[in-house]
Every structure is written in structure tokens, then in C-alpha cells.
């Protein structure tokens, strides 16, 4: 069985976009008595600074996310890493400063009949 999971930038308990990726995935992983996920994702490029408010993540918050989720798949936990939702202009500006490059940008898809 193959597990994925997407860290949401947005839980209630965090005060800094990468200060929580690692607890959240171990926590989760120890609960779900799993040794690691197959793919982590960050789930969107973005914070949330109040109810309902959000703000886009500069580029050095989103390099230190990463660090945050190379860390998880350096210790074991993710065997990939990836985003969702990212634009193309945010990816080019991580890649310079990524060791491990997002395996998947996760986005939806609409099609309609």
C-alpha cells in the first residue's frame, strides 16, 4: 500500500511556514504506525495569518520550507517530496536552492464534457 500525505500550511498551531514539517509528519507517521510516506506534499505556497486571510510565502520562506521537507526525506520519513498548487515561477525560483527537487507539482485538472 502506498501512503501520501500534504502538509497544509495553514495549521492552527504553527508561527512560521517550516516549523512544524517535520513534527507533523513524524507525529503523523507514529500514529498511523508507519516508518515513512511514499510522497509528502506541501499543499500550497501560502500562510495563514488570521481567519480566512492568507499571504504567499516570499521566496526565502518557501526555500526554508523546503529545507524543512528535504529533512524528512533525509531522515526517512518521505521517500518523495513535492508541492501542489505552486506556480511555474515559484518552482524555477526554488530549484537553484533545492538538493532534492519536488518529484510532483500536484494541480487540479478540470475538464469539462
Known amino acids: 500500500m502506498q501512503m501520501y500525505s500534504s502538509c497544509f ?9 517550516s516549523a512544524h514539517v517535520y513534527q ?19 499543499h500550497w505556497p501560502l500562510e495563514q495569518v488570521g481567519k480566512g486571510s492568507y ?4 521566496p526565502t520562506e518557501r526555500q526554508e520550507l523546503w529545507q524543512a521537507m528535504e529533512a524528512c ?3 526517512g520519513l518521505a521517500k518523495a517530496i513535492g508541492v501542489s498548487n505552486w506556480s511555474i515561477k ?6 537553484p536552492h533545492a538538493h532534492i527537487p519536488p518529484a510532483v507539482n500536484q494541480v487540479p485538472l478540470q475538464t469539462t464534457p
Open 24 to 42: 507533523v509528519l513524524h507525529c503523523m507517521c507514529s500514529n498511523l504506525q508507519l516508518d515513512y510516506v511514499d510522497l509528502y506534499l506541501v
Open 9 to 17: 500550511q495553514n495549521d492552527p498551531c504553527e508561527t512560521e511556514p
Open 73 to 75: 526525506v533525509n531522515a
Open 55 to 58: 499571504k504567499v510565502l516570499s
Open 90 to 95: 515559484k518552482l524555477e525560483e526554488l530549484l
